[in-house]
């Protein structure tokens, strides 16, 4: 088909039969959007000349970091003898953090293609993406990508697939996004073995919100499939669970840029703006229905996705606070799982302590914010929620160490993932003391193929948001993944180490942690300031507590001497060009009392690490014997 | 407002490794630069200079100072300094007791020369000792030897010549002791001048790669620091008074040229590379500021002399925010000090009183009461300011918190600008030895409690 080819399928009037819809189910780097694209290309709604690499991946970050954030729906025709057919594309994240995401994604479809990294093998979050799929009944077309690698090892995956679904390895589609070679095979396979929608045509109409974007010039775009009935363009239309009304100001579908269209049918993906701004308008997981003949029962609504991880957000500039709730507001939008309210910090001033699926939701978060936005932003220390009991029996929900309640604790919860982890086997052994490092229980452990396996483990949540993730890529070379789900909770001792600069405690430190870890905290939280806090004028005291009592100590030296940078020739400028610069860079600084702190100060505690250095052991083991 | 002159020599026998100044060791570099044609283009770069400043209204006088700087000026035969400074007195004129310095290399000069320099009207010269220490002046590539060092000074003194000497403290591998040796040694040498500058490492040197690559330690502040305060007791012990960060001299000895600069005052700068300041104002009243610099190389450099353009590669038009920034900057690096009225009239607001004590309180400055009488539209601002403080004590208390120990325990010098306003006499902030070497760090203070930062 050629991009000049007349869509015979018009939306709003596609027989059921004609659609399938699916969605892609990868890891990171393995290649969906490049595939994605080739779809988009070889079906000719796009031309290779103005196909833009990765065309799907619309924001700047995900681009960069080579992952999706955000599902798109892509409406791609597709002829299978003579027959037009109507593919329904959802592109879905691949990361851990996502699971939600993916869930709306599959959702939305009946079918998924479960791509896999020839040269690599299936990874752990895809398996447990795969699981889902299969939870939601969805058909699976088993796909190898990159076969064009020379270190693509097709056979071998191939099985690895094949007991994992338990198909037959020759069912195991083989591509590569790269050359093109197999994606219109694959194309084929979507028709038939994916399918058809199975809505009812004639009821109420019903559809699906999945996911909702906030566009500056259009207000929201909201993502929709159509389960049953029709939606007409100038049709009044109703959101069965806010029980809002709205006049849509356009629907339509993507193929591959935005095409207002006079209707969406049943069984069809498409999209409707209906110029709201405010950002509580758009429930991700509600049900759209006409409003003048409207339906009785939404359709079963999605999980509102629980945050695993909370951290502080604060502007550096205090001034910023209203940007800053502006910008969640805004976020928020595109990411039903972002949760946030108003905190104050006595260090950090105002800011929101924001509630993430995990730590690299928070990362983007972040770095979204701060692109995007252009805020100037400190985050503190990731934490997880626990319940603490205090003697009198009160019951304390903590997701701010600063919540903790003083005084004798009775018990403290604490919540548990179950953690897989595929490694290749050579490397059973670190995983394995990487764990039992981090409070790890070992369940079974599985053998994928005879050279990887999958470790089964229930661990503290807490211990995985820190830097267990860096750590495992880094003990494993990279070879590693590593997927986690909730997994009840557990009672245990665990403390909160504050940590005082010049005396005065700063909030914005303090961790909870076991107390087995808590003096190697202590040491290495004071020993990493005393890098990172640049010498003052004064002496600087750094001091990590437990309740009153120290239990170690820094002490950044007085500076003494800044430039004394003779003014070559009397070159003036240049001094005061350097003075100004270093002022703009003290204006990036956090005053704590009289001391002026980094920004990578506040984010030292995610990289504690190990100890290594003689120092840093001496000292542990000196607090530990003082307790 | 007086007016000097700096030439900029470009040339070295061979480049010290940490050196990062302007300059070149071949003989030819082509295009009509080269040692021997310098003289010829740097006079024609002096004309161009003068008709520029006609060009701009700059009216200077006869010259104060003159610098030959480097580079190696004595790398140049001695006709062709004494022709330059001919050049200079036919220019602009020379005040009869102009101060002319030319820097020297202690290797490439020798008593004959140092006295046809005095016959031809050089007053001062100041030689790159750096060291005593051999390991040390090794380090630094120097290929002096103490013992010339001596034989030129005794030759300047010969020719009734000023003389100073340049030391570096810092270098990779100098102990303190070292250090010590290194200012006894021109103690003992009876220099009534002496420049002890921190060795700063350029990254694009031989020693920054060194440096880098982990074959050459890195300089510490604390021990710079040590060296600081061991040459600055041993010289003041001796009767040689600092009187700008890096300077130290018998009293009378200053280098005037040296604190021309401090002082903010003109000057043209010629040769590649050399910068250049003026500030003055044209026939409608209006101030200008202007600070430039020469082309770099010595090949487009006398390029562009030879077709009759002033060869200025970049200039700066400073602001009334840059301005005061550097009366601050240049002000606290002097004895002098920083006058507050002349800080305050640039920055358009009264340095509050409360900032002042905390600095002296700190032991960052001692405060001065001059004899100079506070300007009428200074007084203006102090009244002004005055009202303002009086109507929000609490918010201009805000402004002036600073990143200090907080102390509030008054200080028994705890100036009243209002006070001395009344009395009407300047007063002028001198960092003391803690505050020479924190000087970035009083600077900073002293801008922001002005609102420039």
Redesign the interface.
């Known amino acids: 088909m050629s991009a000049n080819t007349v869509q015979h399928n018009q939306p709003g009037a596609t027989d059921q039969s004609l659609i399938r819809n699916f969605c892609i189910i990868a890891h990171i780097d393995h290649g969906k959007s490049t595939v994605a694209d080739r779809i988009l290309q070889l079906s000719g709604i796009i031309e290779e000349r103005e196909m833009r690499d990765r065309f799907l991946d619309r924001m700047d970050i995900e681009q960069e970091r080579g992952i999706t954030i955000k599902s798109q729906a892509v409406r791609v025709p597709w002829t299978v003898d003579g027959t037009e057919y109507t593919l329904g594309m959802i592109d879905t994240p691949g990361h851990v953090d996502f699971t939600y995401e993916v869930s709306r994604a599959l959702a939305a479809c009946e079918g998924a293609v479960l791509l896999v990294d020839a040269t690599q093998g299936i990874e752990a979050q895809t398996l447990s993406n795969l699981y889902m799929a299969m939870d939601h009944d969805l058909t699976i077309i088993p796909v190898l990508n990159k076969i064009d690698l020379p270190s693509a090892e097709s056979d071998k995956h191939a099985e690895e697939i094949a007991n994992l679904i338990g198909c037959d390895i020759s069912d195991v589609l083989r591509v590569s996004g790269k050359t093109g070679e197999g994606v219109s095979d694959l194309l084929d396979r979507i028709v038939t073995d994916i399918p058809a929608p199975q809505g009812d045509p004639t009821a109420p109409a019903r559809a699906l919100i999945f996911d909702s974007v906030y566009d500056s010039y259009r207000g929201i775009v909201t993502y929709i499939r159509m389960i049953d009935g029709s939606l007409q363009s100038r049709q009044r239309i109703h959101m069965m669970g806010l029980g809002t009304t709205h006049e849509p100001i356009e629907l339509g579908v993507i193929s591959p840029e935005m095409q207002p269209t006079k209707a969406l049918a049943a069984g069809e993906v498409g999209y409707v703006i209906t110029g709201v701004k405010d950002v509580s308008q758009s429930k991700v997981g509600d049900t759209i229905t006409e409003d003048a003949r409207r339906a009785q029962e939404p359709l079963p609504g999605y999980q509102d996705p629980q945050p695993m991880v909370y951290a502080g957000l604060f502007p550096i500039d205090n001034a910023q606070f209203p940007e800053l709730r502006e910008a969640l507001d805004k976020l928020k939008l595109n990411d039903a799982a972002l949760i946030y309210e108003p905190e104050t910090s006595v260090a950090l001033g105002f800011g929101f302590r924001c509630g993430f699926l995990g730590l690299l939701h928070m990362e983007i978060v972040s770095e979204r914010l701060s692109r995007e936005f252009g805020l100037d932003l400190i985050s503190t220390a990731p934490n997880v929620p626990y319940e603490v009991t205090g003697e009198d029996g009160t019951m304390h929900r903590v997701t701010n160490p600063s919540e903790f309640p003083e005084g004798k604790i009775k018990s403290i919860v604490e919540p548990m993932v179950a953690a897989d982890i595929i490694t290749p086997k050579e490397f059973i052994g670190s995983v394995m003391e990487l764990c039992q490092d981090h409070r790890g229980i070992m369940g079974t452990m599985e053998y994928l193929s005879p050279e990887r396996v999958e470790m089964h483990y229930r661990m503290p949540l807490a211990e995985i948001v820190f830097d267990f993730f860096d750590q495992l890529k880094s003990r494993t070379k990279g070879y590693a993944s590593l997927d986690y789900h909730e997994d009840g909770e557990q009672s245990a001792d665990l403390v909160k180490v504050d940590i005082l600069i010049q005396g005065d405690r700063v909030d914005a430190f303090s961790a909870i942690v076991h107390r087995d870890k808590s003096y190697s905290y202590g040491v290495m939280m004071t020993k990493k300031l005393r890098e990172l806090i640049p010498r003052?004028?004064?002496e600087i005291p750094i001091q990590a507590a437990i309740g009153s009592r120290i239990i170690a100590r820094e002490t950044i030296?007085a500076?003494?001497?800044?430039?004394?940078?003779?003014?070559?020739?009397?070159?003036?400028?240049r001094?005061?060009k350097l003075?100004?610069k270093?002022?703009a860079g003290?204006k990036r600084m956090k005053?704590l009392g009289?001391?002026?702190v980094p920004q990578e100060a506040f984010i030292a505690a995610l990289n504690t690490g190990e100890a290594t250095d003689r120092d840093t052991k001496d000292k542990i083991r000196a607090a530990q014997k003082a307790s | 407002m007086p007016f000097s002159v700096?030439i900029?020599v470009p040339f070295c026998m061979r480049r010290c490794g940490y050196c990062d100044?302007n300059t070149y060791t071949a003989l030819d570099l082509g295009g009509g630069a080269s040692r021997a044609t310098f003289a010829q283009v740097a006079l024609r770069d002096m004309q161009l200079h003068r008709r520029w400043q006609e060009e701009q209204g700059i009216a200077v006088g006869p010259v104060d100072t003159v610098f030959f700087?480097g580079g190696t000026p004595t790398l140049l035969p001695v006709d062709d300094l004494i022709s330059l400074l001919g050049g200079v007195r036919s220019i602009w004129g020379l005040k009869p007791d102009a101060e002319v310095t030319t820097e020297a290399n202690p290797d490439t000069i020798d008593a004959d020369g140092l006295a046809r320099l005095a016959d031809g009207g050089f007053t001062r010269v100041s030689f790159g000792m750096q060291s005593a220490v051999p390991h040390v002046l090794r380090t630094l590539d120097r290929t002096h030897t103490p013992a010339n060092v001596e034989a030129c000074v005794r030759g300047a003194r010969r020719a009734g010549l000023r003389h100073s000497v340049d030391l570096i403290y810092g270098t990779p591998g100098e102990s303190l002791d070292d250090w010590r040796t290194s200012v006894q040694a021109a103690l003992d040498l009876g220099v009534e001048h002496i420049s002890a500058?921190?060795l700063?490492i350029e990254p694009t040197t031989k020693m920054g790669r060194l440096i880098r690559q982990g074959k050459l330690p890195k300089p510490d502040?604390?021990d710079?620091?040590n060296k600081?305060e061991i040459v600055d007791s041993m010289l003041e012990q001796t009767g040689l008074s600092w009187y700008e960060?890096?300077n130290w001299a018998v009293p009378g000895q200053e280098s005037q040229h040296n604190l021309n600069?401090w002082r903010n005052s003109d000057?043209a700068?010629i040769g590649p590379?050399?910068?250049?300041?003026y500030r003055w104002t044209d026939a409608h009243g209006e101030i200008h500021d202007w600070?430039g610099?020469e082309v770099l190389h010595p090949r487009p450099w006398a390029v562009q002399v030879a077709q009759g353009k002033l060869p200025v590669a970049s200039q700066?038009w400073l602001d009334d925010h840059?301005h005061a920034?550097?009366v601050a900057?240049?002000g606290l690096r002097i004895r002098e000090g920083l006058s507050v009225q002349d800080l305050e009239e640039a920055a358009g607001r009264v340095l509050p009183q409360q900032v002042i004590a905390r600095l002296v309180h700190?032991d960052l400055v001692t405060v001065r009461v001059t004899d100079t009488p506070i300007r009428p539209e200074v007084l203006a601002l102090h009244q002004a300011q005055d009202k303002h403080v009086s109507m929000s004590q609490t918010e201009y208390g805000a402004a002036a918190s600073?990143?200090?120990?907080?102390s509030s325990k008054p200080h028994p010098f705890a100036p009243d600008n209002s006070a001395i306003a009344q009395q009407g006499y300047d007063i002028r902030l001198v960092p003391t030895r803690k505050g020479?070497?924190?000087?970035?760090?009083v600077?900073?203070q002293v801008?922001q409690a002005v609102g420039l930062?």
């Open positions: 003052q004028q004064f030296r500076l003494r001497k800044d430039v004394l940078a003779k003014c070559y020739g009397g070159d003036i400028t001094k005061r003075l100004e270093q002022k003290k005053m009289h001391v002026e | 700096y900029h100044f700087g500058y921190a700063a502040d604390d710079e620091a600081y960060v890096s600069y000057w700068g590379g050399a910068h250049g300041h600070r610099s700066e840059a920034e550097e900057m240049l700190d600073f990143s200090t120990s907080t020479r070497l924190l000087n970035d760090t600077i900073d801008c930062w």
